[in-house]
């Protein structure tokens, strides 16, 4: 990122002569004993597993200056999270990441539950769709793939953006720097000599896993919760069975020796969680690989169980925990993933909270750095991430007491009643200043502030082609403004009315979209060669902090681009018709879904967060005077609440 600064190497010559070889060790010893200057960034990010790379991905995406320090050599190879639900594959589509774990990943529908006790054999109880159609997502599975695939996919995007993670790099410690500048000190060691190394950073955010080197240094922010006696064994390998449901994920429990779940992976590759029944913590180091294959078969019988290679093997003790504080005081240090929650690996959860913990923080903290957003902003995110940790960790606690004794109907209730949780599409956020959950007469649609968009199918009027709507616009750090209308030809006042207000001077989103243009003049948007396929300044040619999308369910041929606004007519990208209800998930249309029946005369305006969520909702009748205006006006209100012109813009102005 050109902050590195290294010493020159030592000249070779020295006059006409050499030096000798004492005189050079001692150049070269000199030289390592120097320190380095710092490196300079806006984000440390210390930790590259799934949540540190879903940060630095999007970070450096919006243009931030950051840095990864990760203390292992290399990334994950074996071993670890293997499961992506259906909000993290929807969160990869948005990204434009999500093909290659699509191709690699086996797509798990159905999960089926067995049972043997002191009398009878082992048999399948049933079968259950994992994700039921009352579940609204385009993806009604998991997708079992590899922790190290997952980083890869995000390596790779970061390689094309001319990023590298620093390796061999362990954090010590953090403090804030005694200049004006408002750095923090990030101290770490480097390689296997521990030569000391220091960073100068804006914002630090740990991603470290359960013993967050990161957390400790945040005060008050230490881990507390329960550990449960049981314990668990873990092996991923290639077997030789004849059990049926191999392929399926499967709950297995034995009366007398325990549970197992299996779960199917990619490369042929299936993942037992062994239930080490009977065997107390004191025996732990004596379970090895052996005695966790035996246990299974023990479990298993009379299916035949055989490896042919065991590629990761670990054991656990199933515990949950939550981090009292997710940030410090000033809102410049943060912790995120394992670092701020644990739980049990069995429901799929880690790998995807974690990552969604990085995906809440990224846009909040591109706009503090850009100096658009106000100090609320960034304190949303422990009250809206702590929230969903503390939600799954309750969860978890009967999930995980539910699989060890195996009882099928408890099981499935549990994870019934939890469905929504677990998919990702059930983790709502509590009312605050950027989820403004105002009362609108009669609204009987599913969108709610505070909740993720719902899927919806729609055409794209410039190119007829059927896209979904909470997917279409790529994540670039903007805020989403959907217009929905009847008929746009007879909203032709409330939207002169409209667009004339929120582009005038004196309006709040036209200060903020020139502060944005100036902010990403000077620090532009990371590009990718892929961008010359997805086009992103389609969806930034209006403003750079907000795309504004139109929705009618009048029909293409009665409306031209033209017909429009200029604002909308330079957002033609973003003009969708909502006539193709026979393609979307409920078999309704998106008008329908998301706010109940339009009627002719009202116009619904829905204000999307950057990370799909529904921030405010607002309606107006056309036929009211003035109602144009007064929508202008309830956006400016809304982004008020978080959002300001930067202090050096206040004074141009």
């Given at each position: 990122?050109?902050?590195?600064t290294?010493?020159?190497?030592?000249?070779?010559?020295?006059?006409?002569?050499?030096?000798?070889?004492?005189?050079?060790?001692?150049?070269?010893?000199?030289?390592?004993?120097?320190?380095?200057?710092?490196?300079?960034?806006?984000?440390?990010?210390?930790?590259?597993?799934p949540?540190?790379?879903?940060?630095?991905?999007?970070?450096?995406?919006?243009?931030?200056?950051?840095?990864?320090?990760?203390?292992?050599?290399?990334?994950?190879?074996?071993?670890?999270?293997?499961?992506?639900q259906?909000?993290?594959?929807?969160?990869?589509?948005?990204?434009?990441?999500?093909?290659?774990?699509?191709?690699?990943?086996?797509?798990?529908?159905?999960?089926?539950?067995?049972?043997?006790?002191?009398?009878?054999?082992l048999?399948?109880?049933?079968?259950?769709?994992?994700?039921?159609?009352?579940?609204?997502?385009?993806?009604?599975?998991?997708?079992?793939?590899?922790?190290?695939?997952?980083?890869?996919?995000?390596?790779?995007?970061?390689?094309?953006?001319?990023?590298?993670?620093?390796?061999?790099?362990?954090?010590?410690?953090?403090?804030?720097?005694?200049?004006n500048?408002?750095f923090?000190?990030?101290?770490?060691?480097?390689?296997?000599?521990?030569?000391p190394?220091?960073?100068?950073?804006?914002?630090?955010?740990?991603?470290?896993?359960?013993?967050?080197?990161?957390?400790?240094?945040?005060?008050?922010?230490?881990?507390?919760?329960?550990?449960?006696?049981?314990?668990?064994?873990?092996?991923?390998?290639?077997?030789?069975?004849?059990?049926?449901?191999?392929?399926?994920?499967?709950?297995?429990?034995?009366?007398?020796?325990?549970?197992?779940?299996?779960?199917?992976?990619?490369r042929?590759?299936?993942?037992?969680?062994?239930?080490?029944?009977?065997?107390?913590?004191?025996?732990?180091?004596?379970?090895?690989?052996e005695a966790?294959?035996?246990?299974?078969?023990?479990?298993?019988?009379?299916?035949?169980l055989?490896?042919?290679?065991?590629?990761?093997?670990?054991?656990?003790?199933?515990?949950?925990?939550?981090?009292?504080?997710?940030?410090?005081?000033?809102?410049?240090?943060?912790?995120?993933?394992d670092?701020?929650?644990?739980?049990?690996?069995?429901?799929?959860?880690?790998?995807?909270?974690?990552?969604?913990?990085?995906?809440?923080?990224?846009?909040?903290?591109?706009?503090?750095?850009?100096?658009?957003?106000k100090?609320?902003?960034?304190?949303?995110?422990?009250?809206?991430?702590?929230?969903?940790?503390?939600?799954?960790?309750?969860?978890?606690?009967?999930?995980?007491?539910?699989?060890?004794?195996?009882?099928?109907?408890?099981?499935?209730?549990?994870?019934?009643?939890?469905?929504?949780?677990?998919?990702?599409?059930?983790?709502?956020?509590?009312?605050?200043?950027?989820?403004?959950?105002?009362?609108?007469?009669?609204?009987?649609?599913?969108?709610?502030?505070?909740?993720?968009?719902?899927?919806?199918?729609?055409?794209?009027?410039?190119?007829?082609?059927?896209?979904?709507?909470?997917?279409?616009?790529?994540?670039?750090?903007?805020?989403?403004?959907?217009?929905?209308?009847?008929?746009?030809?007879?909203?032709?006042?409330f939207?002169?009315?409209?667009?004339?207000?929120?582009?005038?001077?004196?309006?709040?989103?036209?200060?903020?979209?020139a502060?944005?243009?100036?902010?990403?003049?000077?620090?532009?948007?990371?590009?990718?060669?892929?961008?010359?396929?997805?086009?992103?300044?389609?969806?930034?040619?209006?403003?750079?902090?907000?795309?504004?999308?139109?929705?009618?369910?009048?029909?293409?041929?009665?409306?031209?681009?033209?017909?429009?606004?200029?604002?909308?007519?330079?957002?033609?990208?973003?003009?969708?018709?909502?006539d193709?209800?026979?393609?979307?998930?409920?078999?309704?249309?998106?008008?329908?879904?998301?706010?109940?029946?339009?009627?002719?005369?009202?116009?619904?305006?829905?204000?999307?967060?950057?990370?799909?969520?529904?921030?405010?909702?607002?309606?107006?009748?056309?036929?009211?005077?003035?109602?144009?205006?007064k929508?202008?006006?309830?956006?400016?209100?809304?982004?008020?609440?978080?959002?300001?012109?930067?202090?050096?813009?206040?004074?141009?102005?």
């Amino acid at each position: 990122m050109g902050f590195n600064t290294v010493p020159s190497e030592p000249s070779r010559g020295v006059g006409k002569g050499q030096m000798d070889t004492a005189a050079c060790v001692d150049r070269l010893a000199l030289l390592r004993s120097m320190p380095q200057a710092p490196l300079e960034c806006q984000v440390c990010v210390v930790g590259a597993g799934p949540a540190g790379l879903m940060l630095a991905c999007n970070l450096v995406r919006f243009g931030i200056k950051v840095e990864v320090v990760d203390d292992r050599a290399d990334q994950t190879s074996v071993g670890r999270a293997d499961g992506l639900q259906p909000k993290s594959i929807e969160t990869f589509r948005q990204m434009r990441l999500a093909d290659p774990l699509l191709q690699r990943g086996v797509r798990v529908y159905s999960i089926s539950f067995w049972q043997s006790t002191a009398d009878t054999p082992l048999k399948r109880l049933g079968r259950e769709v994992h994700y039921p159609p009352f579940v609204d997502v385009i993806d009604p599975y998991v997708l079992l793939v590899h922790q190290g695939v997952v980083e890869s996919v995000f390596i790779d995007d970061l390689k094309k953006r001319g990023i590298e993670i620093r390796r061999n790099t362990a954090f010590d410690s953090y403090s804030v720097c005694d200049d004006n500048r408002g750095f923090l000190q990030i101290n770490c060691r480097t390689n296997v000599n521990q030569v000391p190394r220091s960073l100068l950073t804006r914002y630090l955010v740990g991603c470290d896993g359960a013993h967050s080197k990161v957390r400790g240094c945040i005060p008050g922010a230490t881990s507390d919760g329960i550990s449960q006696p049981a314990l668990w064994g873990v092996l991923d390998g290639e077997v030789d069975t004849d059990f049926p449901d191999i392929w399926s994920k499967a709950l297995v429990q034995s009366e007398k020796y325990g549970s197992i779940m299996v779960i199917p992976r990619e490369r042929n590759v299936t993942r037992f969680y062994v239930e080490l029944k009977n065997s107390p913590k004191a025996d732990k180091n004596q379970l090895d690989e052996e005695a966790v294959m035996q246990r299974a078969r023990e479990i298993m019988a009379p299916f035949r169980l055989e490896w042919d290679n065991i590629e990761w093997f670990g054991r656990y003790q199933v515990g949950q925990r939550i981090a009292h504080r997710f940030c410090d005081d000033h809102q410049r240090a943060f912790i995120a993933g394992d670092a701020s929650h644990t739980h049990s690996p069995k429901s799929a959860q880690g790998m995807n909270t974690s990552m969604h913990d990085a995906w809440n923080l990224c846009w909040k903290l591109n706009l503090a750095i850009r100096g658009l957003a106000k100090p609320v902003l960034l304190q949303s995110y422990e009250s809206e991430r702590r929230k969903i940790a503390l939600d799954l960790v309750n969860f978890d606690y009967e999930h995980a007491i539910r699989v060890a004794k195996g009882d099928p109907v408890a099981l499935s209730e549990n994870f019934r009643t939890n469905t929504r949780l677990i998919s990702g599409v059930g983790a709502d956020y509590g009312e605050n200043a950027i989820n403004m959950k105002e009362p609108i007469p009669n609204f009987i649609g599913k969108l709610q502030p505070g909740s993720l968009l719902p899927p919806g199918k729609v055409r794209r009027y410039i190119d007829s082609n059927p896209v979904d709507i909470q997917l279409d616009i790529p994540m670039l750090g903007q805020f989403r403004i959907y217009v929905i209308v009847w008929d746009v030809n007879q909203s032709v006042v409330f939207f002169d009315a409209f667009c004339r207000a929120i582009t005038s001077p004196n309006s709040l989103l036209s200060q903020l979209s020139a502060a944005a243009r100036a902010s990403y003049t000077q620090q532009p948007r990371m590009p990718a060669p892929e961008d010359i396929y997805l086009r992103p300044e389609r969806y930034t040619a209006v403003s750079h902090l907000f795309t504004f999308a139109l929705i009618t369910t009048m029909p293409q041929g009665e409306v031209e681009i033209q017909d429009l606004h200029p604002l909308f007519q330079d957002s033609r990208w973003t003009f969708y018709l909502d006539d193709v209800p026979q393609q979307d998930t409920c078999r309704m249309r998106c008008t329908d879904k998301w706010i109940g029946n339009a009627l002719p005369g009202e116009v619904t305006i829905v204000n999307v967060r950057p990370d799909g969520y529904v921030g405010s909702i607002g309606q107006w009748d056309i036929n009211v005077e003035d109602s144009g205006e007064k929508a202008a006006r309830w956006l400016d209100q809304y982004y008020s609440r978080f959002l300001q012109v930067p202090v050096v813009m206040q004074a141009q102005a």
